[in-house]
């Protein structure tokens, strides 16, 4: 055995390698070494040659071990190096951490020794205001008791003035009696009779003046008894005819009512009366601490002051000062009642207005007794207001009521379309238009469309029919869909389905690939792809405008020819200017009025580009099936609205015998309610009660827990939900913004009604019984966040009001908060209450057909929400209460007996 070393022999794990020189050569089998030795070259089985091979295997060996031991020691210097700098960095971190530790310490010292440099300078600052303050509360204290020794003094001096006047009188008395003798007093008394008489008289006038004066004093009118007792109780007080005698009988002999005139005098007494309310019970009385409220006060003490000196010592005429208060307090009150006088009026002849609007809304949807009933109420109602109003207004009465009467039923009433929509080649309606036949969608033709309507075969001639007249894919909803909006509006229409942005971007660019694309293809000369299509799609829209077997229509069908249109395009002699001039000069004779610009915009077209105008074209066709279908609409409505009821029973009643729906969702809803209702509560009003929770529940609604009845209202309740809780929200935030600006929370603020109104429901989402077509408000477009809506509240608060910043801040951190806390807001949840409140009472009145009380809780409605500070936002509840009434009672009567079979 020869042991070889590397040379590494020096290192501790030095390795030993047997060579494999001392064993003897391998010699294979003799069938290999024959097959070897066939493919050896020569000189390869030399002796040389295989010891040279066999040393050059063992200094392979030893290369491959020498670089495998250096690649671990290069490995091991790295990982070595690696850590040594691992350590050198975080005994570097952590001298950075406590040096950052260190001037974060100063820092913080530094800033403790700056708050408390701060809170010493408030500290003295305050003491300084603190001190003033002292200094100036010693000051009034100082002036009131000046003033009010002055005032006993100079009430001592009159007493003792009149003592001397007194004593003086009695003297020149006895010193008469004692010079005139019995026969002189005889003589006296026949010579100067008129004498005696004005002596008489002065001193039966003395005797009724202190008998006024005590009788008034027997009252026990003063400020301490009024501060004493209950303001109701003084009220009823002051409202006593003996009160007011004796007061009228004190102020005529004052010389503060001049006019013999009932009515004068009794006002008179009133506003001097008012003065010991004023004092008494201010917080009841004034309604804010305004500028005018705080001279009246002033004003009251003043007079009451002087008042009282004069029933100490009573003189007449009175001292001048007593005559000059009271004529300052007379002018001061009647500025503030004029105030309070306009506000009640301006509620008042809104609340006549509202009685006239409720009238034209129902009395075309209410029939017999209720009806009468309901008038007798509304008149009565309007008398009331009508005297009350004349009492305050005056001659103005007329023009305010005629006024607001006219701009509440120009802005709240329907509009009506002014312009005439009926079609000049008007169908006549025949039995086609009955509803009693199965729900289905409206009968359009099965062929196959386009993306943009154009048809692929041709047309089949029908009847004209309502629910025929526009395809589904203008978005027209179904028959039992127009059935249902017919039921809850009479004067329901379609209307273009409105589209969000993203829905009206997408249809413009595929409308505009669509177009290209033709537009391309026929430039090419490939007619046929394109114009027979659209031939036979103008063809059919055409068609579908005439009635069928008319003149108009035979002619219409003869001339225009798909087939031979699509030949002469095949051998490529098509003229499209024959087929657009016809069809441009068929329209003015099958339009309606209404479309005569459409059409004579479209006529004066001087464009040269085909597809642009047949574009226009396929346009005012659109238009023009609008008409149609409405035209159809509105002769069929009387039979419509009369079938309505039953026909929703109908295909609610199929729709549960096949299976198609269940009440499982329906019976949950009214479950909720009725749990939370007494046990003797009838079906109807538990009905009532579930269906307003539905719009006042605070949790986000799913479309999966709508009861299966509504199952065609999805869009109504969402848009009615988000209109309720606009108003809750919206009044709420007026409220809050009355009261920290310190105005009259009685006075209606229509304009910042109109802006919260408008910025927590939008314009998009106004419409109650729009197309059901119409997708709900994208809340990237159609809603604004909290922080906008406060900011443009105070923008509008800045632009119309006198602010002060620190106020201005208050009212944006006050609008945020509501906006932003919602439902959960203490304020919006007592507002959402009365609201509430306030809906039930009115349905249930509606729903139990007392006319009278519908008329006086209509009459009483405005009157109620400006005690709660949000009068501005009649105008919106009471839309919400006829829609909801309306909407209530065609739920009631198409799917009441199921609801009671579900209660019962």
Avoid at 244 to 271: I, P
Avoid at 339 to 361: C, G, H, N, P, T
Wanted: hydrophobic share 40%; proline share 5%.
């Amino acid at each position: 055995m020869i042991s070889t070393t590397t040379p590494l022999d020096d290192a501790p794990n030095a390795i030993i390698i047997t060579d494999a020189l001392s064993t003897s050569p391998f010699k294979p089998p003799p069938h290999l070494e024959a097959r070897f030795r066939r493919r050896r070259r020569p000189g390869t089985h030399s002796p040389s040659t295989h010891l040279l091979a066999l040393h050059s295997s063992t200094h392979l060996a030893t290369t491959r071990r020498q670089i495998l031991l250096e690649a671990r020691k290069s490995h091991l210097r790295a990982r070595f190096a690696h850590i040594d700098r691992v350590r050198h960095s975080r005994a570097a971190s952590h001298a950075d951490v406590s040096e950052r530790l260190l001037a974060l310490e100063a820092s913080m010292l530094a800033a403790q020794k700056s708050r408390d440099a701060i809170l010493a300078k408030i500290a003295a600052g305050c003491a300084s205001e603190v001190q003033k303050a002292k200094v100036r509360a010693e000051e009034m204290k100082r002036k009131r008791e000046e003033e009010k020794r002055r005032v006993m003094v100079e009430s001592q001096g009159r007493l003792e003035e009149a003592e001397k006047r007194r004593l003086e009188v009695l003297r020149e008395r006895g010193k008469r009696r004692s010079r005139s003798g019995s026969a002189e007093r005889e003589e006296v008394g026949v010579k100067r009779r008129e004498d005696a008489a004005r002596r008489i008289q002065g001193w039966w006038r003395e005797r009724r003046d202190e008998r006024i004066v005590e009788a008034f004093k027997g009252l026990g009118i003063t400020v301490e008894t009024v501060k004493k007792k209950d303001f109701g109780v003084v009220s009823k007080m002051l409202m006593d005819p003996e009160v007011l005698k004796g007061t009228g009988r004190l102020l005529r002999r004052l010389q503060f009512v001049q006019d013999s005139d009932a009515a004068v005098a009794e006002k008179a007494c009133r506003c001097f009366l008012s003065s010991f309310m004023i004092l008494g019970h201010p917080a009841e009385v004034l309604s804010m601490d305004g500028d005018r409220e705080r001279d009246l006060i002033l004003r009251s003490r003043a007079l009451l002051m002087e008042f009282e000196a004069f029933l100490v010592s009573p003189t007449f005429p009175p001292p001048e000062q007593l005559s000059t208060n009271w004529a300052e307090f007379q002018s001061a009150f009647d500025a503030w009642k004029s105030r309070d006088s306009e506000i009640f009026i301006s509620s008042m002849v809104a609340q006549y207005a509202e009685l006239d609007l409720i009238w034209l809304k129902v009395k075309d949807h209410t029939k017999g007794g209720v009806a009468n009933e309901y008038k007798d109420g509304i008149r009565d109602s309007q008398l009331m207001l009508l005297a009350r109003i004349r009492r305050l207004a005056g001659d103005r009465t007329r023009d305010l009521i005629r006024k607001a009467v006219k701009e509440t039923r120009r802005t709240r009433l329907p509009k009506k379309d002014e312009r005439d929509t009926k079609p000049r080649e008007a169908p006549v309606a025949d039995s086609t238009n009955s509803i009693t036949s199965d729900d289905t969608a409206p009968e359009v033709d099965s062929r196959a469309t386009t993306q943009d309507g154009v048809s692929t075969s041709p047309p089949t001639a029908t009847q004209p029919n309502v629910f025929s007249s526009v395809s589904q894919d203008h978005g027209i909803p179904s028959r039992r869909q127009i059935i249902h909006e017919m039921a809850l509006d009479p004067s329901y229409r379609l209307t273009p389905p409105r589209r969000s942005r993203l829905e009206f971007m997408i249809e413009s660019t595929a409308k505009r690939a669509f177009w290209e694309t033709m537009k391309a293809d026929i430039a090419m000369g490939n007619l046929t792809k394109w114009i027979p299509s659209l031939a036979e799609t103008v063809r059919g829209k055409i068609l579908r405008l005439l009635t069928p077997g008319s003149k108009l229509h035979r002619a219409v069908s003869d001339s225009i020819d798909v087939p031979l249109i699509q030949q002469q395009c095949q051998a490529g002699i098509y003229d499209h200017e024959k087929l657009l001039t016809y069809v441009l000069d068929l329209l003015p004779q099958i339009c309606s009025p209404a479309r005569d610009d459409d059409v004579a915009a479209l006529r004066n077209s001087r464009t040269d580009d085909y597809t642009s105008r047949l574009q226009h074209l396929l346009d005012v066709l659109d238009l023009l099936h609008l008409d149609h279908a409405n035209f159809l609409l509105m002769m069929a409505a009387p039979q419509i609205i009369a079938d309505a009821i039953p026909h929703e029973k109908a295909m609610f009643q199929a729709d549960l015998a096949s299976g198609r729906t269940t009440l499982d969702r329906t019976r949950a809803w009214l479950m909720k309610s009725k749990h939370t209702l007494p046990a003797e509560t009838p079906a109807k009003q538990t009905h009532l009660h579930a269906f307003i929770n539905l719009f006042f529940d605070p949790t986000p609604l799913d479309d999966a827990t709508i009861p299966e009845t509504l199952h065609l209202d999805h869009h109504r309740i969402h848009n009615l939900r988000k209109r309720v809780y606009a108003i809750t929200l919206g009044a709420a935030i007026t409220v809050a913004i009355k009261t920290i600006l310190r105005r009259d929370v009685r006075a209606p603020w229509p304009e910042l009604q109109d802006l919260c109104f408008s910025l927590l429901f939008p314009p998009s989402s106004s419409s109650f019984s729009s197309s059901l077509s119409t997708p709900s408000p994208s809340p990237s477009t159609d809603s604004l966040s909290p922080a906008s809506i406060a900011a443009n509240i105070q923008t509008f608060l800045t632009s119309t009001t006198a602010v002060p910043p620190t106020t201005l801040t208050t009212l944006h951190t006050t609008t945020h908060r509501l906006l932003t806390r919602g439902h959960d807001d203490p304020v919006v949840k007592v507002m959402a209450k009365r609201v509430k409140e306030f809906l039930e009472r009115r349905l249930e009145a509606r729903a139990e057909g007392r006319g009278k009380e519908m008329a006086l809780l209509a009459a009483g409605g405005l009157e109620e929400l400006g005690r709660w500070g949000c009068g501005e936002w009649g105008a919106a509840v009471g839309e919400v209460v006829e829609r909801m009434g309306r909407w209530w009672e065609v739920d009631w009567r198409g799917c009441g007996e199921w609801y009671e079979g579900v209660l019962v």
